[in-house]
């Protein structure tokens, strides 16, 4: 058979319409079992009940790879990602059994000559796969594994990844870990982790009472609807980025019109001079803008009522209306911009408050990434 490339994406991308697949996991599922449980280094050279034909990939023939053991990448590939996909109903579990998978398939990198943890991410989705590494990073400590070997496989992997979900995982495991081979490794890749956040530079989110006075005098309406015709019809934008380094918080941001950069800005905030970084909770500030707009439509309602009933010589209801209607609309758009669209696309925002100097609020984020730099930041914090 010719040489098929073997990347594990690859691999688990045609494989999924195999049409004896669901036979070739269950077999692997229960050769690697018993591969663990009898410390069989020999793994995958193993019998197992499979017929030639219907074992036939485009990466080879599995109950031929059984019988001699595998001879190309590609015949590594495919039983890596046959174990992994034989776990898939394990994540997420409970913890001990998510404990246990992840300890068998990293006993399997460990000890034989094919390593599943390669295939992580080329078969579990972002929700499992980041359940497996946090369970790998449960067993990556050498100084306190029952077995360092186990451990030194599940540390290689992760710090091998490049995925977000992986990322995460080893932003908790350098947080929390007091091994020195682990924080060693783990830091000197930190730069390559990259606290670094991709978005766009948004209003600090207002207080109360600025956010009330704001939308009673309709000057919320007035500049929210000017940002929001600015970016549909001028491409008005301000990308930006927040990364953590030794030095503390570097923010970059520019400002476009049309397609072509108007400034260019770097900020540096110390260490010293953070007081806080948070990420915005889902829908932050929804009881003030709810109950703000319960009250313009309540006003708007009563007094229209009130100004019929007494026909007071003067009053005049359209007016009043509008008014507050404009504070409505101006709740609504100011609301939709600062966080709906950012909840919507799974989103968030994180405020970075410094002890001196203006807020700055950066939207547009991948939550998870997000979570990932706020770990490592608070990693550096704690040196």
């Not at 909840?343 to 984020?365: D, F, T, Y």
Request: a positive charge; proline letters at 6%; charged letters at 25%.
């Amino acid at each position: 058979m010719p040489a098929t490339p073997a990347d594990p994406r690859t691999v688990a991308s045609e494989l999924r319409s195999h049409p004896t697949l669901d036979a070739l996991v269950e077999a692997v599922r229960g050769a690697r079992a018993a591969a663990v449980a009898s410390a069989d280094r020999a793994f995958p050279r193993a019998e197992i009940a499979l017929e030639r034909a219907p074992s036939d990939t485009p990466f080879g023939n599995l109950a031929e790879v059984f019988e001699r053991g595998p001879r190309t990448e590609a015949e590594a590939a495919l039983v890596a990602v046959l174990l992994v996909l034989g776990v898939v109903a394990d994540f997420p579990s409970a913890p001990e059994t998510e404990r246990a998978r992840a300890q068998e398939l990293a006993w399997l990198a460990a000890n034989t000559r094919v390593n599943p943890l390669l295939a992580v991410d080329a078969v579990l989705d972002d929700e499992r796969s980041l359940v497996l590494w946090r369970a790998l990073a449960s067993l990556a400590e050498p100084s306190v594994a029952d077995d360092p070997g186990v451990a030194l496989a599940a540390l290689a992997a992760l710090a091998a990844s490049n995925s977000d979900r992986a990322r995460v995982a080893r932003l908790e495991l350098s947080e929390r870990s007091r091994d020195p081979l682990v924080r060693a490794l783990l830091s000197s890749g930190a730069a390559a982790d990259g606290a670094r956040l991709e978005g766009e530079l948004s209003p600090a989110p207002r207080g109360i009472f600025g956010t009330v006075v704001l939308a009673l005098t309709g000057l919320l309406l007035v500049s929210r609807g000017a940002r929001l015709l600015g970016r549909l019809a001028l491409a008005f934008r301000q990308p930006a980025d927040v990364r953590v380094s030794e030095r503390g918080l570097e923010l970059s941001h520019r400002t476009e019109l049309l397609g072509r950069v108007l400034r260019k800005r770097e900020i540096l905030i110390p260490m010293a001079n953070l007081a806080r970084v948070t990420r915005e909770i889902r829908f932050p500030r929804l009881g003030l803008y709810l109950g703000l707009g319960a009250l313009a439509f309540g006003s708007y309602v009563g007094m229209g009522l009130f100004v019929d009933g007494a026909r007071v010589p003067g009053g005049s209801a359209p007016l009043l209306g509008m008014g507050l209607l404009i504070i409505v609309l101006g709740l609504a758009v100011d609301y939709g911009l600062s966080m709906l669209f950012d909840n919507v696309r799974g989103r968030c925002r994180l405020l970075v408050e410094p002890k001196k100097g203006r807020r700055i609020c950066i939207g547009a984020l991948d939550p998870e990434r997000a979570d990932a730099m706020l770990s490592q930041l608070a990693a550096h914090l704690k040196r």
